[in-house]
């Protein structure tokens, strides 16, 4: 099944002056303009290509890279100011409709919002919509906590920053546990800390337990053969010192060194710490 708004692999049905044409069993042929060809084709004559519609509304064919993919979000800036809406830049030639109707807030062109792409049921081409909360939270959920997600940041609260997770559902990481520096339209890895009663999920950008803390370690023993085997950070350092240089809490950089001085991989001193058998 050929997939408007997405990557298709598709045959080589014939040549043209102008491109080649494409096998599509939903679709019949699509062009693939001739600039968009690549330089080898594969010796199975099948490509894949991204498939949308021309600026006349005929579905076609590129081999560009869009920022995002048909039932994703992402963060594009408004390009132009039209009579049907505002156009977002999205990676390939022909920009992205955001309608009017679908504007939660109005935009003007050097604006940057986090917007859906969807199938048009009516026009069947494809736009962008920044009333975000109703693509989310319309399936059910089942995260268990520890789950790693792909997430979206989507905007700063007073109690942290919101995020879209997976495409699907609204998660939040609450201030206190971030311990580096996130941005809206940012796209991180990120953990389910908990599902609440409410329905409600909590997120956090660090692992928790003994994978956090193998980790963490890690990142202790990189840093430590970057520096000749030595730092001065230690477990008396503030928690902005140790955030500044390893991305976590006091309290996590704490288990790890704990765990490394058992293992007998650091030794710990009034100067610092060092790596055992270091430089």
Known sequence: MTRIGDFNTLSISKEVEFGIYLDSDDFGEILLPKKYIPEEIPENNQIEVFIYHDSEGRIIATTE??????????????????????????????????PFREQKVTVEEGDKVIAHVYLDSISKKLVASTKIDKFLNNVPFEYSPGEEVN??????????????????HWGMIYKNEIFQKIEKGQRLKAYVKKVREDEKIDLSLQKSGFELV?????????????????????????????????????KNFKKSIGNLYKKQIINIDNKGIRLINGD
Request: charged fraction near 20%; aromatic fraction near 10%; charge should be negative.
């Open 65 to 98: 890279t869009p920022f995002v993919k048909v039932d994703e979000f992402a963060y594009l800036e408004v390009v132009s100011v039209s009579g049907v809406g505002a156009f977002l830049k999205w990676g390939i030639t022909k920009d992205l409709l955001l």
């Open 214 to 250: 193998d980790n963490t370690a890690q990142l202790i023993i990189s840093y430590l053969e970057n520096n000749n085997g030595f730092m001065t950070i230690t477990d008396k350092s503030t928690p902005q010192e140790i955030s500044n240089a390893f991305g976590i809490s006091k």
């Open 151 to 168: 997430i979206l940041i989507h905007s700063k609260t007073e109690l942290g920053y919101k995020a879209i997770i997976n495409n699907l």
